[in-house]
């Protein structure tokens, strides 16, 4: 009976219920809408001078999340 309990405690420990976790605070809808606006801008690469500066910023941060150098901020 000590080992059931000890081995539930240690389930229940290692679940996260923490609000500011990833998975709990991330939007579906939201999500959904970054990537069609993201397609969008992706379209409009290839002349960067069409993009508005709104297009060209999301752009530029999609970027620089897909390059491969480190973050020295």
């Known amino acids: ?43 409009k690469s290839d002349d960067i001078t069409t993009m508005s500066i709104e297009e060209y910023d999301i752009y530029i941060d999609d970027y620089i999340k897909k390059s491969k150098y480190p973050n020295i901020n």
């Not at 389930?11 to 606006?37: A, H, R």
């Open 1 to 43: 009976m000590k080992y059931l309990l000890i081995l539930f405690l240690f389930l229940i420990n290692n679940c996260s219920l923490n609000k500011d976790s990833n998975y709990w605070t991330e939007n579906p809808k939201k999500i959904k809408i970054d990537q069609k606006k993201m397609s969008e801008i992706l379209k």
